[in-house]
Structure formats: C-alpha cells, structure tokens
C-alpha cells in the first residue's frame, strides 16, 4: 500500500497558478494509476484528474480540461498537478489517490477503485 502525502496548496487569486504534488511517503515497488480528487464545502468528493501507471495516458474532469495537467516523475513515484487560470470554483481540499491493485494501468475516473488516499491540501482561490 502507498501512504500519500499531497504538498502544494494555498491561497491564490483568480486566473493565477499553483502546483500540488503527491509523493508516497515510502517507496513503492512499482508505479500506480494515480488521481486527483477535490472536495468542496458542503459538496461531494469529485474526480479532477487521472494518470496510467505509464504515465502515458491521461484523464480530466470536464470542469477542469485545458486547465489543468497531471504528470508523473516514476522514477520519484511522484504526480503532481499543474493548474492554471484557477476560479473560486476550484477551491476544495485536493486529495491524492493511489490504485494498488497490481494490475491497474489506465487511468480512471471512478472513486470507489482507488485504495489510498492522502490527507488533502487546501486550494483556496479568491475572487
């Protein structure tokens, strides 16, 4: 299992940047399909961004494409998540998820397939 620990988080104006990373705190033996997820007061967990244990192939949130990009370094085990032209509605904490299972490899949307999770990182974009 991964024990994820998000960094990256903050407070930033609307239409600025901010980066969140996800790094396992030990070290994995192999790389995992990996995830973002957000949550917002008063609001359910939603999906935002997803990669394939490749690192090769994507998925995003309708809300969030061509705003936001997940990449992976596999030689650190780390994904991070750039996103631009942030609005107030982006504010949430932003969980990092990892799918164990040894034989996932595309990304994936789903909440329920992935195993870890990490604590969460405030996103608070202002207005």
């Known amino acids: 299992q991964a024990q994820l620990v998000e960094s990256g988080g903050g407070l930033v104006q609307a239409g600025g940047s901010m980066r969140l990373s996800c790094a396992p705190a030990g070290r994995p033996d192999r790389n995992y399909v990996m995830g973002w997820f957000r949550q917002a007061p008063g609001k359910e967990r939603e999906f935002v961004a997803s990669?394939?244990?490749?690192?090769?192939?994507?998925l995003y949130a309708d809300s969030v494409k061509g705003r936001f990009t997940i990449s992976r370094d596999n030689g650190k085990r780390t994904v991070s998540l750039q996103m631009n032209n942030l609005k107030p509605e982006d504010t949430a904490v932003y969980y990092c998820a990892a799918d164990v299972n040894p034989g996932a490899w595309t990304p994936i949307a789903s909440e329920r397939i992935y195993d870890d999770w990490g604590q969460g990182t405030q996103v608070t974009v202002s207005s």
């Open positions: 990669i394939g244990a490749g690192g090769d192939t994507t």
